[in-house]
């Protein structure tokens, strides 16, 4: 059991948009932690990918944006394209303690 | 460009200790805190604990009582021991930086190792 839910799995299609879930509580997200989002793609290092909420790293194309409100945060991704599939993992702290999510798989159909 | 670098053995035998190092080049050891995660195959990220520059630890409590973390700063490199490993510490471990932040706290880890494939094995 992750500290942080994600769902296991999102899809769409090619030039779609698709959000991302990551639940937490009032002793991580909701005490303030700042939520960072990891992509990691089939038999590689999770990289990051959104820091600090909302803020893309140099280099990650703005389709990608992070969002958070209370307990939760989200990580959207627009205009969809096939290099995007690949597992999501969002991150915090708790307690100052790292956690992450379970991970969720994004399928471009 | 930092970049780290995860070394040691790949294959240990049950409730024996599991070492690995991380070397880190292109940059200095200093001033952050360095993690280890792991990743079993097909599963998700656990976070196993950080090191400070200083020496000073930090935990995942469900593996607290098994692991210790070390860092030798004159050789660029920090490492883990998980102790009485089971098949269950089967997983591939990365090490990753992070720094702390007045205002901000805690950062991302970044950079990350490629990782490293341990199995636990008789």
């Known amino acids: 059991q992750s500290v942080l839910t994600q769902p296991p799995s999102v899809s769409g299609a090619p030039g779609q948009r698709v959000t991302i879930s990551c639940t937490g509580s009032s002793s991580n997200i909701g005490a303030g932690y700042d939520v960072h989002w990891y992509q990691q793609l089939p038999g590689t290092a999770p990289k990051l990918l959104i820091y600090?909420?909302?803020n893309r790293p140099s280099g990650v194309p703005d389709r990608f944006s992070g969002s958070k409100s209370g307990t939760s945060a989200s990580l959207a991704i627009t205009g969809l394209q096939a290099e995007d599939e690949a597992d999501y993992y969002c991150q915090s702290y708790d307690s100052s303690l790292g956690v992450f999510g379970g991970g969720t798989k994004l399928t471009v159909l | 460009q930092v970049q780290l670098q995860e070394s040691g053995p790949g294959l240990v035998k049950p409730s024996e200790t599991l070492s690995l190092t991380c070397t880190v080049s292109?940059?200095?050891?200093?001033?952050?805190?360095w993690s280890w995660i792991r990743q079993p195959a097909g599963k998700g990220l656990e976070w196993i604990g950080r090191?400070?520059?200083?020496?000073?630890?930090n935990y995942n409590p469900s593996l607290k009582s098994r692991v210790t973390m070390s860092v030798d700063t004159s050789k660029n490199q920090f490492s883990l021991k998980l102790s009485s490993v089971t098949a269950a510490d089967t997983a591939v471990y990365y090490c990753?930086?992070?720094?702390?932040?007045?205002?901000?706290?805690?950062?991302?880890?970044?950079?990350w190792g490629q990782g490293t494939l341990v199995t636990v094995s008789s």
């Open positions: 600090g909420n909302s």
């Open positions: 090191i400070y520059t200083s020496g000073s630890t």
């Open positions: 292109g940059g200095s050891i200093s001033s952050y805190y």
């Open positions: 990753a930086r992070a720094y702390y932040d007045f205002w901000s706290g805690y950062s991302p880890f970044d950079p």
